[in-house]
């Protein structure tokens, strides 16, 4: 059974940094993409970033670019999301979440963290 748990999420003040982690078990991943969504209140689910598990192929919506920094370490089973140069409208639940590579969607979920950016 594939369970996701993120962990790292807290207030931070504008214009600082976070680190969010993703602890993954259950399963082999090689044959996996894992992503990052949020969802704040009001609004629908966002895709943040994702990384292919063997390759490390990298996509990030451009609302990140240059500020967020995905990666995944596999001798400990966990992806990361660095955060910089948070904003307020970065303020949202965080959600890992893994599929199989060819897969439409998004099968497995971790429970998400709160992030909170003040101004």
């Known amino acids: 059974q594939v369970q996701l748990v993120e962990s790292g999420g807290g207030l931070v003040q504008a214009g600082g940094s976070l680190r969010l982690s993703c602890a993954a078990s259950?399963?082999?991943?090689?044959?996996?993409?894992m992503g990052w969504f949020r969802q704040a209140p009001g609004k629908e689910r966002e895709f943040v970033a994702d990384?292919?598990?063997?390759?490390?192929?990298?996509i990030y919506a451009d609302s990140v670019k240059g500020r967020f920094t995905i990666s995944r370490d596999k001798a400990k089973n966990t992806v990361y999301l660095q955060m910089n140069s948070l904003k307020p409208d970065d303020t949202a639940v965080y959600y890992c979440?893994?599929?199989?590579?060819?897969?439409?969607?998004?099968?497995?979920w971790g429970q998400g963290t709160q992030v909170t950016v003040s101004s």
């Open positions: 979440a893994a599929k199989l590579s060819g897969r439409r969607n998004y099968d497995y």
């Open positions: 259950g399963r082999t991943f090689s044959s996996y993409i």
């Open positions: 990384i292919r598990w063997s390759s490390s192929g990298i």
